[in-house]
């Protein structure tokens, strides 16, 4: 095909361009044929070279969780005061900590009927979104001009010639001097990353007309603008911001400042409060609080022998935390062995059997647990339960409802669909009739109270979806994972990105329920990204204890121990009937800590 497009040319016969002067060879490029053999002659050992040798070439070798090194070592800490770790109490003086959902939240709490809404719903609960958080933002960012509402379309014009920088506009009007906007962060290409080229800014229905135009942070970049204003930012699609610029056009915004977002308010307590449970005989004691928190897959992808979790269930027998936050998946949907829906397991006498993901379960989970307590009645460590999409026995969809058992049958031959909770709240303490709870199944995501402490928790790997999608510049080095896990609050939203990830199983019509009701105190996001403890917003400290396996490998999990404040502190406090924030940036200790 080359050599006949080369031979086309006009007023030439077939002869000429054959064996007339004027025809042309393409000839190779000397420079990349001389490069491409160098290459091949250092991937091709010389026939000299091999001569009297045996080459024997072995594949690399997969590294086992049994062949593992380093175990229990410390992978990374946040412990800013040199706070000692917790000591693990005896059964006589050990706590028993408060764990219930938040008052404000609104997570499911059964299952419901999902994937089932329509366009025009959909499209009502963006418009509903993006039009709260635009009083939100407003409210928080209004420069003691909170009565200054959006200008309107009609308004436009006769506004024009206003000079208050502090002015909110609709997105999409053309004007001369700066003002601000609130809008979607959208990416005009529909397809790929995010980028600065596909910047769009995405107005509301009710004030802007769905107006979309494009952002200019050229001037952001800019090395010359003031110094109070910052220079970085961190975008991704469905990210709800307040961009101040100028829009001459109306097409394009020369944007100035971004405002990512607005943190939800931070809870009070009273100082009684926080004194009763932190120094209260039947609480604290004046002990630190003792949480374990860790993320599945909970065994490798070579076998269903979930020796991963015997480990950490070993370790927490022996620590005894106040409570273990557990999230999912625990029959993961993506085990090869499982994948293809063939499902044999080896029972206690070696014998091979045909198993449901229940019993899988059941057998792997709900009995290790039932023989912790077996083993020491006594023991007051909680287990929370987090379910994840990935979760091979529940229904795939984000909010999620908590797990649901069969408990019809309460003996071990148990019914399909059993999860063998119920075995773990009785185990060594059959004749009471007063049990506490040991195993609390919650929803995916929820937001806890244990104590006084308020815990945001997500098995979704958020933070991969936004990073994969994400726009940045400017970021101080070590702090991009810090920020997108900052976006989830600012946003209030465990998960902000829109449209969502591709395995996401995002239920708009349920998107109330996946709202940040209040700022956490400790907000945990299990990822397959590199593990890390960082604080962020002056009031949360952030975690990710990443996954309790690699692949054939172990991987990590974290330990959170919170300390309890100066008792003069809080007794000074009560006497002057005061209300204190938690404080929990100064007296947590993190250590994430390899299985």
């Given amino acids: 095909l080359a050599g006949e497009n080369n031979n086309r040319v006009v007023g030439t016969s077939s002869a000429k361009r054959k064996a007339g002067p004027s025809s042309v060879t393409p000839t190779p490029n000397k420079t990349k044929v001389k490069r491409e053999n160098e290459q091949q002659q250092l991937a091709t050992p010389s026939s000299s070279a091999l001569a009297g040798k045996n080459i024997l070439i072995t594949p690399t070798k997969t590294p086992t969780y049994k062949e593992r090194t380093n175990q229990g070592a410390v992978v990374s800490t946040y412990n800013p005061h040199g706070l000692p770790t917790a000591v693990s109490s005896s059964n006589e003086s050990h706590i028993a900590a408060s764990i219930q959902y938040h008052p404000s939240s609104s997570h499911p709490t059964k299952s419901y009927r999902h994937m089932f809404t329509s366009l025009e719903a959909r499209a009502q609960v963006l418009e509903d979104r993006l039009t709260t958080m635009t009083e939100k933002i407003q409210d928080a960012h209004g420069d003691g001009a909170c009565d200054v509402v959006v200008v309107k379309h009609e308004a436009a014009d006769s506004a024009t010639n206003d000079t ?31 980028n600065k080229a596909s910047l769009r800014l995405e107005g509301s229905r009710q004030h802007s007309a769905g107006s979309r135009i494009h952002l200019d942070l050229q001037a952001i970049n800019n090395k010359d603008v003031k110094s109070e204003d910052k220079r970085d930012y961190s975008l991704f699609p469905g990210q709800i911001v307040a961009v101040e610029g100028i829009n001459s056009s109306g097409r394009t915004m020369q944007a100035t400042r971004l405002i990512e977002g607005v943190p939800p308010p931070s809870e009070k307590h009273r100082a009684c409060d926080l004194l009763e449970y932190q120094y209260g005989a039947e609480k604290q004691d004046g002990k630190p609080l003792s949480i374990v928190t860790l993320c599945g897959p909970f065994t490798t992808k070579d076998n269903l022998s979930y020796d991963p979790l015997q480990d950490i269930m070993f370790k927490i027998s022996t620590d005894k935390p106040d409570v273990v936050i557990m999230c999912g998946p625990f029959v993961d949907g993506r085990q090869p062995l499982l994948h293809n829906g063939e499902l044999t397991t080896v029972d206690e006498d070696g014998n091979e059997k045909k198993s449901t993901y229940e019993e899988i379960f059941f057998q792997n989970v709900s009995m290790l647990l039932e023989e912790m307590y077996l083993n020491d009645p006594t023991m007051k460590t909680q287990f929370v339960l987090v379910p994840s999409v990935e979760d091979a026995f529940v229904d795939s969809v984000y909010p999620q409802p908590p797990f649901v058992e069969n408990t019809m049958k309460r003996n071990h031959n148990h019914e399909y669909g059993d999860l063998g909770l119920h075995f773990v709240e009785s185990a060594g303490r059959e004749e009471e009739k007063k049990r506490s709870n040991r195993v609390h199944c919650v929803s995916n995501p929820c937001t806890l109270k244990i104590n006084e402490l308020t815990i945001g928790v997500t098995s979704s790997d958020v933070l991969f979806h936004i990073s994969s999608d994400e726009c940045n510049a400017n970021l101080p080095p070590g702090t ?29 019509a349920k998107a109330d ?83």
């Fill in 480 to 508: 991009r994972m810090t920020r997108i896990a900052q976006h989830l609050i600012q946003q209030r939203s465990y998960y902000p990105l829109f449209p969502a990830a591709k395995g996401a199983s995002l239920d708009l």
């Fill in 164 to 194: 208050d920088s502090s002015t909110w506009a609709p997105v999409g009007i053309p004007r001369q001097n700066t003002v601000r906007c609130v809008g979607r962060i959208c990416n005009e290409a529909h397809e790929g990353r995010l």
């Fill in 513 to 595: 329920q996946w709202e940040m009701p209040c700022q956490p105190d400790i907000l945990i996001v299990p990822s397959k990204l590199a593990s890390f403890a960082k604080p962020v917003l002056d009031r949360t400290i952030v975690v990710n204890p990443g996954e309790l396996t690699k692949n054939t490998t172990g991987g990590t999990y974290a330990t959170i121990d919170v300390h309890p404040m100066k008792r003069e502190t809080l007794e000074d406090a009560v006497e002057a009937d005061m209300e204190m924030f938690s404080g929990i940036q100064d007296r947590v200790r993190v250590d994430i800590k390899r299985i």
